[in-house]
């Protein structure tokens, strides 16, 4: 009878809070989650709500910009997490639960972003539409519903 140490089992010192939680498992997840969170803002995959703006609002367009980048953040903290778990000999109990966690987190704030401005739009399409009042070309803003905000 031998006895097996952590490098025999796959395994490093100080390793995951769960047995085989690898830095691979933190990119793939996160990954999977930021590319899901990205489809999931393609109107014509899921079910919309379109709103009809008379007038353009930037403060629309900056809000759309921003939930693409927490998606975008959440993806590129995900290649962190798993670079940082790589490059350390004994990443520690918690730094993959840390990094799914931020994870998370950003694509949580992103589909906040998105609950707000879908909130705004909802307001200014509630003025009404005329003809006469509103810009030439009025404004179509398609809300996705998010997962975290309905």
Do not use: N
């Not at 007038?55 to 921003?66: F, V």
């Not at 992103?110 to 006469?132: C, I």
């Amino acid at each position: 009878m031998t006895a097996d140490t952590a490098e025999q089992r796959g395994g490093r010192r100080g390793g995951s809070a769960w047995p085989g939680l690898r830095a691979e498992h933190v990119v793939g997840v996160g990954a999977l989650l930021g590319v899901a969170a990205l489809v999931e803002r393609v109107p014509r995959l899921v079910p919309a709500r379109r709103y009809l703006l008379c007038h353009a609002s930037p403060t629309l367009d900056h809000l759309t910009l921003t939930a693409l980048g927490l998606v975008v953040a959440a993806g590129v903290a995900a290649v962190a997490g798993g670079v940082m778990m790589q490059s350390r000999r004994a990443p520690g109990r918690a730094l993959p639960v840390v990094w799914l966690v931020v994870v998370a987190a950003l694509l949580i704030a992103a589909d906040g972003v998105d609950a707000h401005g879908e909130a705004l739009a909802a307001q200014q399409a509630a003025t009404g539409f005329t003809e006469g009042a509103c810009d030439y070309i009025p404004q179509d803003y398609t809300a996705t519903p998010g997962w975290f905000f309905w």
